[in-house]
């Protein structure tokens, strides 16, 4: 099956997460991405914990042919090669490559790219059809754009840190580095988007990617600003404010996750928990008002049973339930999801995420 970005060409100069995040969604797509690495990154990325390797996967290097789990997956359907942008041979085999190719993505701090020579601009008086993309924490412009991007710091800043907890308690960084993971998607759908434009207008263009900005614009769906005026606390752990019960529930094995979002809902939520005949039936609206209290009484009757029991019965009744384990098995299914494999000597396999982003939402004939 033909890909979409087939005859694409990506310079890839970024590292760590976001960038590379980006680059690997372009290759799944068909696009012919090579890694751009510095001596001193093409010496140091393959070598952080944890391992990946011929003994399995381990937190401390067993043998010379361990190499970083997270690197496995990051730069797998990439091609690499090492350039010195700090000698002036290295900038001149880098200008070349960017004359044949259509895309530059970065992820440096504000500025570097232009003081080694690799910047828009120097690359756009070869390359005018060039799309550049810069993905930075803070954005090119603006007061902060020379601040150094931490993911953690990013969930911070954006605000999602402010709503991530229980009530009362410390905020919570989200699970994942979602500030990282985020915006490298941002990075790929502006990248497609240029793409496109270039077809109709010929000229590529610059990409300002802020992984601030592209968080920030996803976290405030709710009026979330209003929660204290409401006299509601900004962080509301698992559960959603307007709607009672959802929140995660221990059982006598684990823990599930439940949801009713509908008097049809809640009943049959009722009913799969024993409690149809004799319970204060609430609405949606009037049950925004009891979040606390639904969700204790509702946790009591959960606690008392097996959570595949629960879910037995609660799918039955087609309401919303999952367990509260690790990822659902549905991206596997979906061929969404593969193992990252070792290249040398057929190490353990590690989960990774599948390089064909478009798999089942577009398909080309």
């Not at 995040?21 to 001193?40: C, H, K, M, N, Y």
């Not at 402010?162 to 990282?180: E, F, Y």
């Not at 009591?300 to 629960?310: K, L, S």
Request: charged share 25%; with cysteine; aromatic share 6%.
């Amino acid at each position: 099956m033909r890909r979409i970005l087939e005859g694409v060409r990506v310079l890839d100069l970024s590292q760590f997460f976001s960038g590379p995040q980006a680059t690997l969604f372009l290759a799944g797509l068909g696009a012919e991405v090579i890694r751009i690495d510095s001596p001193a990154m093409a010496a140091s990325a393959p070598n952080a914990p944890p391992y990946a390797g011929p003994k399995g996967v381990t937190l401390d290097r067993a043998t010379p042919d361990d190499i970083c789990v997270n690197y496995l997956k990051r730069t797998r359907a990439k091609k690499a090669m090492c350039i010195d942008l700090k000698r002036p041979e290295g900038v001149a085999l880098f200008h070349r490559l960017a004359e044949a190719s259509d895309v530059v993505l970065e992820n440096f701090s504000v500025g570097v790219a232009n003081r080694l020579g690799v910047g828009y601009d120097a690359l756009k008086a070869r390359n005018p059809r060039l799309i550049y993309c810069a993905l930075t924490g803070y954005g090119s412009t603006g007061p902060d754009r020379h601040i150094k991007a931490y993911d953690f710091a990013v969930q911070a800043a954006a605000g999602l840190m402010s709503i991530t907890g229980i009530p009362g308690q410390a905020p919570v960084k989200a699970g994942a580095a979602l500030s990282d993971a985020i915006a490298g998607t941002f990075a790929m759908s502006g990248v497609m988007a240029a793409l496109y434009d270039r077809e109709r207008t010929g000229k590529g263009q610059f990409i300002d990617v802020s992984m601030v900005d592209c968080l920030f614009s996803l976290i405030f769906d709710d009026p979330i600003d209003w929660y204290e005026e409401m006299g509601l606390p900004m962080r509301q752990g698992s559960r959603i404010m307007r709607f009672s019960p959802i929140n995660a529930y221990e059982t006598t094995d684990g823990w599930i996750v439940a949801g009713a979002a509908s008097p049809d809902q809640w009943r049959g939520l009722l009913a799969a928990m024993g409690r149809a005949e004799g319970t204060r039936e609430l609405a949606p609206p009037p049950r925004a008002r009891h979040v606390p209290d639904a969700g204790a009484s509702d946790a009591r009757p959960a606690r008392r049973r097996r959570r595949g029991r629960v879910s037995i019965e609660v799918q039955r009744r087609r309401n919303r339930l999952r367990r509260a384990r690790r990822p659902a098995p549905g991206p596997h299914a979906r061929g969404a999801a593969r193992r990252a494999r070792h290249g040398r000597r057929g190490g353990r396999p590690s989960r990774g995420r599948r390089d064909r982003l478009a798999a089942a939402a577009c398909r080309l004939h």
